[in-house]
């Protein structure tokens, strides 16, 4: 049984509350780091977080400081001092009420208090791995946490969150359940840039399940894409998917063409047509 709550909406409401009703903004508390954290540059003295997972929190930052020989300029090197948001009540990007491509508004991570991002200017959505130091993926993973580096098709190296993606009772389910990535937090601070692009296949701290066959092939499109490098496609709306099979089914016919002719000659192939098509 995992310690923390599966990562949809009704399980996070019933374990963290409800951010629609503001609930786990009355249920933070603050949790005072071991070494000096800054926030865009400024020092801060605590991070405060939802009190069911503020421990857990608390010893994860605790073994980063014992890893780092409890030396601060060690931590500043690996990017661990730089805090980049925490309990934020903002809805994962792209699932806000009212988006156009109609998705349900779906609460980000961070606004359960149970997420964190650290040093997202060096670890933005989609950077692989970003520069995240195993110690910390180390730290946090022994509390059970999940990583936004390990989001499938998208990643979100900044972000850690405090529940869990253990498989439900759908046999199948990896082929529509969608990962919510790009969850960092931005809305609170302008200048942490980044990491917080469209979710279409949400991940990160929120995974709306954009199930169906426009859900599956959207994913399937996005996370090859993403392996080479193109980010944008995950917004891509039921239409855009239709016109990518069909350019898809196009190009194949096309090539078709192209093989034949230079497999047959141009006689022979106009031939054909006039007798089979023509
Ligand atoms: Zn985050």
């Not at 931590?75 to 009540?89: E, H």
């Amino acid at each position: 049984m995992p310690r923390w709550p599966h990562d949809d909406p009704a399980s996070l409401a019933a374990f963290y509350g409800d951010p629609d009703k503001g609930e786990p903004g009355k249920q933070l508390k603050p949790v005072i780091p071991p070494f000096q954290m800054y926030y865009a540059g400024k020092p801060i003295a605590k991070i405060m977080f939802h009190v069911k997972a503020a421990g857990a929190l608390a010893a994860a930052l605790d073994e980063i400081w014992r890893e780092c020989g409890r030396d601060q300029h060690k931590v500043d090197r690996l990017g661990l001092s730089v805090f980049s948001g925490a309990y934020n009540p903002r809805y994962v990007r792209g699932y806000e009420p009212g988006n156009k491509e109609g998705r349900k508004p779906r609460w980000s991570n961070h606004a359960y208090g149970a997420a964190i991002d650290f040093d997202a200017e060096h670890n933005g959505f989609n950077t692989g791995h970003g520069t995240m130091p195993q110690l910390a993926v180390a730290a946090f993973k022994r509390q059970g946490a999940l990583w936004g580096g390990d989001y499938q098709g998208r990643t979100d190296p900044m972000h850690f969150e405090f529940c869990s993606r253990a498989p439900t009772a759908t046999p199948l389910s990896f082929l529509g359940e969608v990962q919510a990535d790009g969850d960092s937090d931005q809305s609170g601070a302008g200048e942490v840039a980044g990491s917080d692009a469209p979710a279409g296949t949400p991940a990160g701290g929120a995974a709306p399940s954009a199930g169906g066959f426009f859900g599956r092939v959207r994913n399937w499109v996005t996370a090859g894409a993403s392996s080479i490098g193109l980010t944008s496609l995950g917004a891509m709306t039921n239409g855009e998917v239709v016109a990518m099979l069909l350019g898809f089914v196009l190009l194949i016919l096309v090539a078709g063409f192209l093989i034949s002719l230079w497999l047959w000659g141009k006689q022979s192939v106009a031939d054909w047509i006039a007798k089979h098509i023509a």
